[in-house]
């Protein structure tokens, strides 16, 4: 079955600090799609950063990279610089050929300390 | 110029009642989801519309009826509210409905249900 493992329930990290939030996945499907979302205290669901099964490269957005190691099934975020305005929660998800929608992990939350 | 809209943001109601949340999106999108956030912060897919067609519905009570008048709407209807159901629910909606980049979903504020 798809699944998708964030084992880190907290992290901190001090300002300007580069930190990593961890992802791992499962499923036997060759055609995935790979995403990372932010949730602020304030509830929205925000798109960071997105990564596909046959990218040859890790994506990147601005601050936000993927570290994406397709052998050993995981998806990494890091985001250099921290800003306490990246205090938020931090959803890894999975969409996978033939299925209509995301698969979410648990979540782990970050805190930016100044 | 909000991507994806939803009302109402705050919705407390009592057990027993009937009630709706609508969600609108203004990017052209052919997808649109709907998806609960329970209180541990988990988020499960609950149906999803391809051009105004049913495409998933995950095991949920018939209590729930999703509604697409056209394909920038998808409403819920949620009968007989129970306890249980009070959480967070999304809307969302993509391009399309595969695992390239055009289809990431995009998220609606969110409707905070709480039921008494």
């Known amino acids: 079955a798809q699944k998708i493992t964030q084992t880190q329930p907290g992290m901190f990290v001090q300002e300007k600090e580069a930190v990593t939030l961890d992802c791992t996945y499962d499923t036997s499907d060759p055609s995935y799609g790979l995403f990372w979302y932010k949730q602020p205290s304030s509830g929205e669901m925000i798109f960071l950063i997105y990564q596909g099964s046959y990218d040859q490269q890790n994506a990147t957005e601005g601050r936000y990279s993927l570290n994406f190691q397709k052998a050993r099934k995981s998806a990494n975020l890091v985001i250099s610089a921290s800003q306490l305005g990246d205090s938020a929660m931090y959803f890894c998800?999975?969409?996978?050929?033939?299925?209509?929608?995301?698969?979410f992990g648990t979540g782990t939350r970050l805190l930016v300390s100044p | 110029d909000t991507a994806v809209s939803q009302t109402p943001k705050y919705l407390v109601t009592q057990m027993g009642n009937d009630k709706s949340i609508k969600c609108e999106q203004n990017?052209?999108?052919?997808?649109m989801y709907w998806y609960k956030q329970d209180s541990k912060k988990f988020l499960k897919i609950m149906f999803s519309?391809?051009?105004?067609?049913?495409?998933i519905n995950e095991t949920v009570p018939n209590r729930f009826s999703p509604k697409s008048p056209d394909k920038a709407h998808l409403n819920l209807h949620i009968n007989s509210l129970e306890l249980g159901d009070s959480a967070v629910y999304f809307c969302a909606s993509s391009q399309a409905s595969g695992t390239t980049s055009t289809d990431t979903q995009y998220f609606g504020p969110g409707t905070r249900l709480t039921v008494l």
């Open positions: 998800a999975m969409r996978y050929t033939g299925f209509q929608k995301l698969v």
């Open positions: 990017l052209g999108h052919d997808t």
């Open positions: 519309y391809n051009n105004k067609e049913l495409i």
